[in-house]
């Protein structure tokens, strides 16, 4: 759902604490990755799933995750993660057209993911909300 996409991204964007880890590198995935080439540390993130329930009908229920990305370190990650946790988890807004709202996001689950090939340290988290 795109409100929730650009909710996401606007929060993360406004926040003067992330931003002065990632300045505004936060992508939609499809950025490419190149430990030479890349600045890091950049978040990256996309939908994961997305179903429309029937009780109450028309709620949709989606998860969305978010990647964070650096050369430098593990510690560098976590600092990142628990920015983006504390700026998403368990948060709510009203919003869009007629009533759209989003009643509920939650940390859904997180993956530490480092990619010794390429030398990136990576972390998933994934968010799961609820809209009605």
Do not use: C
Not at 104 to 117: F, I, K, N, P
């Amino acid at each position: 759902m795109l409100i929730i996409l650009e909710f996401i991204v606007n929060t993360l964007k406004n926040s003067l604490t992330l931003q002065g880890q990632v300045a505004d590198r936060i992508f939609p995935t499809g950025v490419d990755i190149e430990p030479e080439k890349s600045v890091f540390p950049l978040i990256t993130f996309h939908t994961v799933s997305e179903i429309t329930r029937t009780v109450p009908k028309g709620a949709r229920d989606s998860v969305y995750q978010i990647d964070i990305w650096s050369v430098l370190s593990q510690l560098q990650i976590e600092t990142i993660a628990e920015i983006v946790i504390g700026l998403l988890n368990f948060t709510q807004f009203h919003g869009g057209y007629g009533s759209t709202v989003l009643r509920w996001q939650r940390e859904d689950s997180g993956s530490d993911l480092y990619e010794a090939d390429r030398r990136i340290w990576h972390k998933s988290l994934r968010f799961r909300t609820w809209v009605k």
